[in-house]
């Protein structure tokens, strides 16, 4: 990986880590299929949470994992459950979700071109730091290679 794909994945990171990535209620209500109105209600109800921005006039904004938690809800819904319990349930995602997102930004260490794929390093395969793991994707399907440390 070369010095610019480096500096872009670790700004990237960066971005994701904290949340950065932020869309409005509009924008939301398209993407998820739920209403503006519904998505006030939601908030009123403190099922999702809007963040606070500095730009003037600007009253709804929502994080990347707010639009995950309202897919997820909405998912809920559409199979039957009541708001009340869609919303607890995305609390119970909510967890792994978080979990899974702390596990991606620390393990990618970036994207390197070996055995003519393109491979996804996930950092040292074990304590002493010899070997490092990669994935790499084929068939829609994840594969794993062990390389020595170059």
């Not at 990171?13 to 904290?18: F, S």
């Not at 209600?41 to 309202?70: D, F, P």
């Not at 393990?107 to 996804?120: P, V």
Request: glycine share 6%.
């Amino acid at each position: 990986m070369n010095n610019q794909d480096a500096a872009f994945f670790k700004k990237f990171k960066a971005q994701i880590y904290k949340h950065q990535f932020t869309v409005g209620i509009s924008d939301l209500a398209k993407m998820t299929g739920v209403s503006q109105t519904q998505l006030r209600y939601w908030e009123q109800k403190a099922y999702i949470h809007s963040i606070e921005v500095s730009e003037k006039n600007v009253v709804h904004r929502y994080s990347y994992g707010t639009l995950m938690r309202v897919h997820f809800i909405k998912m809920m819904l559409d199979e039957g459950f009541t708001l009340a319990a869609a919303a607890q349930r995305a609390d119970e995602h909510g967890a792994q979700m978080e979990m899974m997102r702390i596990f991606v930004m620390s393990a990618f260490q970036g994207m390197e071109e070996r055995d003519g794929h393109h491979m996804i390093k996930l950092g040292y395969f074990d304590e002493d730091h010899q070997q490092e793991l990669y994935c790499f994707i084929k068939d829609e399907k994840p594969h794993y290679r062990v390389y020595p440390v170059k």
